[in-house]
């Protein structure tokens, strides 16, 4: 069985997770939001964006 999960939905999940919890707080979720934002804009989107690629194809390598 194969599941695709969009980064996006990922990484939502994960911080709505942490502010439920209260390991973050309502400022460091905004940061954190304000720089992957600003990220995307910027030359360093296509790096990151082959390194999280490259990852998610090692580890889905892993289960075969």
């Known amino acids: 069985m194969v599941l ?3 980064a996006v939905l ?10 439920k ?3 973050a707080g309502g400022g ?3 940061v954190l939001f304000l ?3 600003f990220t995307a ?3 360093a989107y296509e ?3 082959n390194l999280v690629q490259a ?3 090692a580890l889905s390598a892993l289960g075969k």
């Open 4 to 6: 695709n999960i969009s």
């Open 10 to 19: 990922l990484f939502g999940a994960a911080s709505a997770l942490a502010l």
């Open 21 to 23: 919890t209260r390991s």
């Open 28 to 30: 460091a979720a905004l």
């Open 35 to 37: 720089f992957g934002f």
């Open 41 to 43: 804009g910027t030359g």
């Open 47 to 49: 790096p990151i964006h």
């Open 55 to 57: 990852s998610a194809d």
